[in-house]
Nanobody, 118 residues
């Protein structure tokens, strides 16, 4: 019943900006963490940013100061503004929502390709 729909990926030049969006639908408990992961070819999936229902955020060191995660609790939306993009940011980006209440539930988007190249 739960579905995550992502948008905003694409091709951007180094130094450019891009905004990713993820819309969640279905019955999702309000106490949750919304996250963005990414996976580049030949590499493991890594956590990029996370935001709690209370608005607390965490970022990977590689993106801190360049990426900003935000959410709209009323709309069940999570966003990630990406600035000063670098070629090493190229990856498939995945939206993830995980409920906090036990038993936890984890949901994933289909992934969206971000390519940073001149």
């Amino acid at each position: 019943q739960v579905q995550l729909v992502e948008s905003g990926g694409g091709l951007v030049q180094p130094g450019g900006s891009l905004t990713l969006s993820c819309a969640a639908s279905g019955n999702i408990l309000s106490l949750n963490v919304m996250r963005w992961y990414r996976q580049a070819p030949g590499k493991q999936r890594e956590l990029v940013a996370a935001i709690t229902s209370g608005g607390r955020t965490n970022y990977a060191d590689s993106v801190k100061g360049r990426f900003t995660i935000s959410r709209d609790n009323a709309k069940n939306m999570v966003y990630m503004q990406m600035n000063s993009l670098k070629p090493e940011d190229t990856a498939v980006y995945y939206c993830n929502i995980e409920t906090i209440v036990v038993p936890t539930r984890s949901y994933w988007g289909q992934g969206t390709q971000v390519t940073v190249s001149s």
